[in-house]
């Protein structure tokens, strides 16, 4: 079975970045349909960028313009870049399927950004 795991969250103060990383344990997926998510304290799972069945980018109004979904189809990782940081991004980020029935969860990662 297929399990994910996110890295490279942190504390970042606003204005700043970070680049997460998920890759998978388990046997090789595609990277389409692939995507990232995050979950706020008190609020639902949301979606935030993600790659489609047919590799073009899906991207919420929050992150356009300020986050970047990216893969290595090498190294089999998904990558969400993302710049100048606001403390509403303050979530758990995970990465999943986009389509489809979804991956069990993992731990995600944490990122805080302070104000």
């Known amino acids: 079975q297929v399990h994910v795991v996110e890295s490279g969250g942190g504390l970042v103060q606003a204005g700043g970045s970070l680049r997460l990383s998920c890759a998978p344990s388990?046997?090789?997926?595609?990277?389409?349909?692939m995507g990232w998510f995050r979950q706020a304290p008190g609020k639902q799972r949301e979606v935030v960028a993600a790659?489609?069945?047919?590799?073009?980018?899906y991207y919420t109004d929050s992150a356009k313009g300020r986050f970047t979904i990216s893969r290595d189809n090498t190294k089999n990782t998904l990558y969400l870049q993302m710049n100048s940081l606001k403390p509403e991004d303050t979530a758990v980020y995970y990465c999943?399927?986009?389509?489809?029935?979804?991956?069990?969860w993992g731990q995600g990662t944490q990122v805080t950004v302070s104000s």
């Open positions: 999943n399927r986009f389509s489809g029935p979804p991956f069990p």
């Open positions: 388990g046997r090789i997926f595609s990277l389409n349909a």
């Open positions: 790659f489609t069945s047919v590799g073009s980018t």
